[in-house]
């Protein structure tokens, strides 16, 4: 079956005893699209990985990839995914070229090619230096290498990868980015991470999960201006004035508040002898230049004035933020979040856009769903009880 769509998850659902870790769960990756899988931790990310690339079955819904089912043909799947899973499982008495050489063999790939395949990996995950060293003496980075040249080995079509960047250096994640974003040209990759920054770098389009579910999916500017908002900083000197006496923290805020664009104003610590202050506005408007005839009319010295170039981070915690909140025993209003107004224009990006998800597991509502697939219920419980990075060494 030849199609676009290379990974699919429908409505995928996953228990582990009475958690559910996965709530029905679907999207869509393309050809040649590197997207980002973003969540906080235990959201699901993981899991969703381990249901596509074969390791574990869901307890209800259904994956393909590369048009296989994940069920129907497992080994199929296999073949067309590279996946370097969270904590990659190495031999590490081995060195790295046989263990390289012996992940090869297990993929069925014959002496000459696989010459010809080490040099592309050793080149494209930097391992030249480390060929002939034993895994077990090398950095975390370097092993994080060595288990993306695993993946690499068989030239898959498709890559699957669990935080490949964890725990690397400023230039070795650099390195990846940039080689990540090549082979995304003529490869699918499904990325996940937590650095904000990385998706941006490296992934046109992100889906975001929050407790099982998936809460945004699509292009990243998409999904900013779905939540609407824009916050900046403004600061003010509090000792001298272009014009007149410095002004007052309260004058400052009181002006700031009057501005018709600005939704939320607050003052922000600050080290320094100024005011600062942080504007909430909507993505539709710009109001630096409405922030800088403000300080030139009002006389203040303008010290620094900047539009949120992160703001994908309060997307993010805009997005997630009852996670955090639940696990400490908080309402997630309560949460220090930059959405002290609520968003008029508030129309979700997400194709379930969940962001109202909040009501407790219920463990009745899944039932039905679990009645879809019967045969992955057995398998998946064995799985929930074993140490599934154990298995995943057995089997990777
Ligand atoms: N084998 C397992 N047995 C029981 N619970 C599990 C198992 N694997 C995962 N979970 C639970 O399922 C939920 C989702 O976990 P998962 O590892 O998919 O999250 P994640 O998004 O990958 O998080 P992280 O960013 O920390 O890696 C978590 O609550 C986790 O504790
Ligand atoms: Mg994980």
């Known amino acids: 079956m030849t199609t676009d769509v290379m990974i699919e998850a429908k409505s995928l659902g996953k228990r582990f005893g009475y958690l559910k870790a996965l709530d029905k769960v679907s999207f869509q990756v393309r050809r040649g699209e590197v997207v ?3 969540g906080p931790n235990g959201a699901g990310k993981s899991t969703t990985m381990r249901i596509l ?7 209800s819904g259904s994956a393909t990839v590369h048009g296989i089912d994940v069920f129907e043909d497992p080994l199929a799947v296999r073949e067309k995914i590279g996946y370097l899973p969270q904590r990659a499982p190495l031999y590490t008495d081995m060195t790295v070229w046989d ?6 063999r297990i993929r069925g790939i014959d002496a000459a090619s696989f010459t010809n395949r080490l040099k592309q990996v050793v080149e494209v995950c930097g391992l030249a230096q480390v060929l002939g060293k034993d895994i077990g003496t090398l950095s975390h980075g370097y092993r994080q290498r060595v288990g993306l040249g695993q993946a690499l080995i068989h030239d898959p ?3 699957i990868l669990d935080e490949p960047t964890a725990d690397l250096d400023p230039n070795e994640k650099a390195e990846l980015l940039k080689y990540i974003k090549r082979i ?4 699918t990759i499904l990325l996940s991470t937590h650095n904000l920054h990385e998706v941006e770098e490296a992934c046109a389009r992100a889906i ?5 579910r998936v809460v945004a999916d699509g292009v990243l500017d998409d999904i900013r201006a779905g939540q609407g908002q824009v916050r900046y900083t403004i600061t003010i000197d509090e000792q001298q004035a272009l014009r007149g006496s410095a002004p007052k923290a309260a004058q400052v805020l009181a002006a700031l508040k009057a501005l018709k664009e600005a939704r939320g104003v607050r003052e922000l610590p600050t080290d320094e002898r100024a005011h600062r202050f942080e504007v909430l506005s909507s993505d539709r408007v710009d109001l630096r230049a409405e922030l800088f005839k403000l300080a030139f009319e009002q006389g203040w010295l303008l010290l620094e004035l900047r539009r949120d170039a992160q703001s994908l981070d309060m997307v993010f915690r805009n997005l997630t933020k009852g996670d955090e909140a639940k696990d400490r025993g908080r309402k997630p209003e309560e949460e220090p979040v930059d959405d002290r107004e609520s968003d008029p224009g508030d129309d ?5 856009a969940a962001a109202g998800d909040d009501e407790p597991d219920d463990d009745d509502d899944d039932d039905d769903d679990e009645s879809d697939d019967d045969e992955s219920d057995d398998d998946d419980d064995e799985d929930s009880e074993s140490d599934d990075d154990d298995d995943e060494k057995e089997r990777g």
């Open 36 to 38: 980002g899988f973003l």
């Open 53 to 59: 690339t074969c390791f574990i079955a869901p307890t």
């Open 99 to 104: 263990y390289l050489e012996f992940t090869s």
């Open 157 to 159: 079509p498709i890559l």
């Open 184 to 187: 995304g040209k003529d490869r």
């Open 208 to 212: 975001i999960v929050s407790k099982g």
């Open 348 to 352: 979700e990006s997400g194709d379930d």
